[in-house]
């Protein structure tokens, strides 16, 4: 193990030699395959991880079962204190953490101290929340009645996460769960496993501290298998999905097939409207954050410019001098995601560089036009063994079937609009529903954007890139997308069961809409 990753995997209580237990329960263990968590830059095989068996699985979900109980059974602002002191827990790794998230995702380092932040942003909400949840109390049209709307918990939300938020969506899920009385099974993707486990280490101290069941917190590390297991599992009332459109079609099917609840957050095809009007230096920063920023592997990235057309080419020329300059010494450094310096990263596998690839390939084959210098495959990137790819941009066809879909990487197709209706068709005509930008001075064109005519995404802003949203507000999407809220708002509502109450303090038992029943 290199230097660097043995001091962050020590810093954060995992093993640097032999194979790490991928399970938790309540004890650490797993015996299923081995799976080896690399280094995007490098290639460095940085943990062997041993997964979970399905037994193991449905082991684990009967623990996480118990573990609820406990949790349930402890008044909300005693979890929101538990809460609190994971946060701290949380806080004092930032660093750590954060380091660990760029080793093994492959982002920058500040936004893999970003990410842990979220984590501690939502706890700090979640803490507040469990003075707060609140039911309702309602008028009854019945004498010496009233009805109350009671919120209590689910009992265990699976979570299901995606590679490119390995810590951070998580967090939403349990912070906000555990709140609102709920346990939590994690299933992380299979290829940041050491995140899981590190942040399951962090918490695991807070919970049995508290005299809770660790299993509260419980993790499963493995593939497919074990993603379905947890779906299919009718012990598991909520199912939180993040990941591609393609899995949580097939996750919504099953647990609909149970009827479960879901939560989906998948795909987005994000775009960015820059009228004539817009502060143009501002559009130009907002459009290369979010488009080249973690190597556009948000599922917030912008994917589509829509350029009106009297600044579209001076607004190209300028984006396309950024995208040329990317080199391991420029302003727009590529490089080692733990160089501080650095501002663009790896893709995360060799399979995102596959998917890249085919995506320049298909555009420019069906008359699409590349318009950055380079494209492809870096052979003699900054570090050797990293899956580096240059940044494009491509003008496909205006009918090309690529608008309509998403590429995991710093792909970025560009058109031009003349209207300002024209371009909110155009930011609509798609599946996905995730995020999108409109950059303008001029007030009627954001209240229509805002309004039931404009976009038809979960997240509409304005003079502000299509990524980097807040916990304050609920997150996520609409259509293909997956219609799920996360986070902040009024994400939590969806944790809970609600049960309309209706009680009676009277000695008569009158009907409601004055139905008589002649006993
Ligand atoms: P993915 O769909 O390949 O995998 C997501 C998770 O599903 C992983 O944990 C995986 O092991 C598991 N899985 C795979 N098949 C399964 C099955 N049949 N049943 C149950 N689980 C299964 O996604 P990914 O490549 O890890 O992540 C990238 C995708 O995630 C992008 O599409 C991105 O837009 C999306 N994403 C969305 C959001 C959001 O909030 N909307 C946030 C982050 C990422």
Redesign the pocket.
Known sequence: LSSRASAVLKALDIPTEGVIPGVFDGAWGGSGPIIETKCPATGEVIGRVQSATVDETRLAIAKTVEASRAVRAMPGPKRGEVIRQIREALAAKTSDLGDLISLEMGKIKSEGKGEVQEFVDICDHATGLSRSIAGRVLPSERENHVIYEIPNPLGVVGV??????PVA?YGWNFAVAFVAGNAAIW?????TPLCSIAVTKIIQPVLERNGLPAAAASLVV???D???E??GSGDIPLIS????????K??GK?VQDRFGKTI?????NNCVIVDKDADLKQALQGVLFAAVGTAG????STRRLLLHKDIAKDFLAKLLTYYDSVTPSSTLKMGDPLDPATLIGPL?TEVSVKNYQAAIDGVTSRGGELLTKRSGKIVDGPTEGGHWVWPVVLRPKIDDPCWQE?V?APVLYVAEFETIDEAVKINNAVPQG?SSSLFTKNLRTMGRWLGPEGSDCGIVNVNVGTSGAEIGAA???NKS??W?R?SGGDAWKQYVRWSAATVNYGDKLPLAQGVSFGT
């Open positions: 299901l996460s995606a590679f490119n938020f969506v299933k992380p993707s299979p290829t493995g593939d497919v074990v993603g379905k947890v779906v999905f993040t990941g591609s459109e393609r899995v949580g097939e996750v099953n989906l957050e998948l795909g987005g592997q948000r599922c917030t995360h998403e995991f995730l997150f996520g999407g997308t997956g799920g996360e």
